[in-house]
């Protein structure tokens, strides 16, 4: 079991957003509202809803000593301007 805790983003509210994460089916996310998302939690003191939705990262993976960076990401212009 594992609990995660988030602050509250609602101006002047000092609340959190608290759920488990252990029950997450990480492959296949409910649809809740229409989006796809793990969990709805509610903050604890404004309530709030917030979503816990799938999420990934690039990451520069160093097979010798298993350190990885992530890395950050860019704008398409960017990349289209290079071309
Ligand atoms: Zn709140």
């Known amino acids: 079991m594992a609990i995660e805790a988030h602050k509250c983003n609602v101006e002047g509210c000092t ?3 608290v ?6 089916d ?3 996310p409910d649809t809740i509202k229409g989006i796809y998302a793990y ?3 509610t903050c604890n003191v ?4 917030f979503f816990v939705v799938p ?4 990451i520069d993976f160093n097979s010798e000593n298993y350190e990885s960076e992530i890395l950050e ?3 398409m212009s960017e990349v ?3 071309a």
């Open 19 to 24: 759920f488990e994460n252990a029950d997450f």
């Open 39 to 41: 969990d709805n939690p």
């Open 46 to 49: 404004c309530k709030k809803e």
């Open 15 to 17: 609340g959190h957003v």
């Open 26 to 28: 990480l492959k296949k």
């Open 55 to 58: 999420h990934y990262v690039v």
């Open 80 to 82: 289209k301007r290079r």
């Open 73 to 75: 990401s860019a704008c």
